[in-house]
C-alpha cells in the first residue's frame, strides 16, 4: 500500500458538524469558542470532536479569532546557557496562561533578527520578545511597537524604544567586580566578549550592545575612581568561537605584561578561558585570577569554584512573558517593568596577583 493510501485523513470541521448534526458555522463557533452558541450544540460539536480526534488548524482560527495563542522568541544564541536559561523561564510560564512558544535563533546577526521578526509576525503571533542583536539599530523593532503588536525586550536595552524591558542594569555590578579585582592588586585585568565590532575597542565607542557597554563603564568608573584608565588593549571583543577565544587568552596571558585578572562576559566564553589556562599549565588562581558573568551549577563544581556574577536569568524570562501575555489580554503595561540587580559571589577564583606576592 502507498504511504498517501495509508496516510489518515485531516479531521475537518465539516466532519466535526457532519458528526454532531450542526451546520458548519455551529461547529466552527463552538470550536473557537466566539460567537453565539447554545449550550447543546457546543456540547454536542466538542463531543463529535473529541470522538473524531479533530485538531484544530491554528491558522484558520487565529484568522476567525484574531489571536493564535502564540508568542514568538528572538534571542542571539539559544547554545549560551544564559539565554537557555531564559527561554526556559519564558516557555513555563507561557504554558501556564496557554500560550504555545515558537523560539528562533539569530545567532547575534541584526539581519537575521530582522527576518526573524518578520517570519514571526507572518504566522501571527500574538507578540514578541526579543533579546535585541543591537540596542542601537532597531528600527524593525520600533515598527512592531507603532503597529501596536505587543513586545517586551529581554536583557538588553533598546534606544528610542519605549517598551517594556527586562533587563538588569550592569553598570554597578560590573563596577563592584572591577573594585573588588583592584583592590586584590589587580591592574592588568582583561575583559572577554563575542560583541562584534568593525574595530578594536576604544574608550567611549558606541557598541551595539547595551549590556557590554554597561559592563565597561562600570570597570571604567572602577580604574577612574583610583586614577587609572582600563587599558584598551586588554579589552578583548570579537571574541567568536571557541578557537578563538582560547586564542585570545593565549594572547592575553603571553604579552610582555601578562594580564593578572580575566572577566568573561558569559559562560560560554568562560569555558574556552579556563581551557586555554590550563593547556598554558598555569591555575586559577595562583597564576591568573578569573571572574565570569552568570552562575550555573559547573562553577561551583570547578576547582576552585568560580567567582561569578550572579543573575536571575530565569525569573527575568518569567517575567518578560508575564509583561507580554498581560499586554496580549489588554491589561496595562508597567513602564519600568519589574527591578532585577545581579550579585557578586566570591569563591575561589580571585586572589592577589603572583607580582604582588613575591
Request: hydrophobic content about 40%; charged content about 25%.
Amino acid at each position: 500500500m502507498s504511504s498517501n493510501g495509508s496516510r489518515r485523513r485531516e479531521i475537518t470541521v465539516a466532519d466535526v458538524a457532519k458528526a454532531a448534526q450542526v451546520s458548519k458555522a455551529q461547529a466552527a463557533r463552538a470550536l473557537g469558542n466566539y460567537g453565539a452558541v447554545s449550550e447543546d450544540v457546543r456540547s454536542r460539536v466538542l463531543a463529535a470532536a473529541e470522538e473524531l480526534s479533530y485538531r484544530p488548524n491554528e491558522l484558520a482560527r487565529s484568522m476567525n479569532t484574531g489571536k493564535s495563542n502564540t508568542i514568538g522568541v528572538v534571542v542571539g544564541d539559544i547554545e549560551n546557557p544564559h539565554f537557555g536559561l531564559a527561554t526556559r523561564g519564558i516557555t513555563d510560564t507561557a504554558k501556564k496562561s496557554g500560550y504555545n512558544v515558537i523560539l528562533i535563533n539569530t545567532d547575534e546577526e541584526l539581519t537575521a533578527e530582522t527576518e526573524a521578526v518578520q517570519v514571526l509576525l507572518d504566522k501571527r503571533v500574538d507578540g514578541l520578545i526579543v533579546a535585541p542583536a543591537s540596542s542601537v539599530e532597531t528600527k524593525h523593532l520600533q515598527d512592531v511597537h507603532e503597529s501596536g503588536r505587543p513586545l517586551v525586550l529581554l536583557d538588553r536595552k533598546a534606544e528610542g524604544l519605549d517598551v517594556e524591558t527586562i533587563a538588569v542594569s550592569m553598570t554597578g555590578i560590573s563596577y563592584e567586580s572591577t573594585r573588588y579585582l583592584l583592590q586584590a592588586g589587580h591592574r592588568r585585568i582583561a575583559f572577554v566578549s563575542t560583541l562584534k565590532t568593525g574595530s578594536p575597542y576604544r574608550s567611549g565607542m558606541v557598541l551595539d550592545s547595551s549590556q557590554i557597554s554597561e559592563r565597561l563603564e562600570g570597570m571604567e568608573r572602577a580604574f577612574s575612581e583610583i586614577g587609572l584608565t582600563l587599558p584598551e588593549d586588554h579589552v578583548r571583543l570579537n571574541a567568536g568561537d571557541a578557537d578563538s577565544i582560547r586564542n585570545i587568552t593565549r594572547g592575553l596571558l603571553l604579552m610582555p605584561e601578562p594580564v593578572t585578572a580575566i572577566v568573561a562576559s558569559d559562560g560560554l566564553i568562560a569555558l574556552s578561558v579556563v581551557e586555554a589556562i590550563q593547556e598554558l599549565g598555569l591555575s586559577i588562581p595562583e597564576d591568573v585570577s578569573f571572574l565570569m558573568y552568570d552562575d550555573f551549577s559547573w562553577t561551583r563544581l570547578t576547582s576552585p569554584p568560580l567567582t561569578v556574577v550572579s543573575q536571575p536569568v530565569y525569573e527575568m524570562g518569567v517575567a518578560a512573558a508575564g509583561a507580554l501575555i498581560r499586554q496580549i489580554e489588554g491589561r496595562k503595561p508597567v513602564a519600568n517593568g519589574p527591578g532585577f540587580s545581579a550579585r557578586l559571589i566570591r569563591r575561589g577564583s580571585v586572589a592577589m596577583p603572583r607580582i604582588a606576592r613575591v
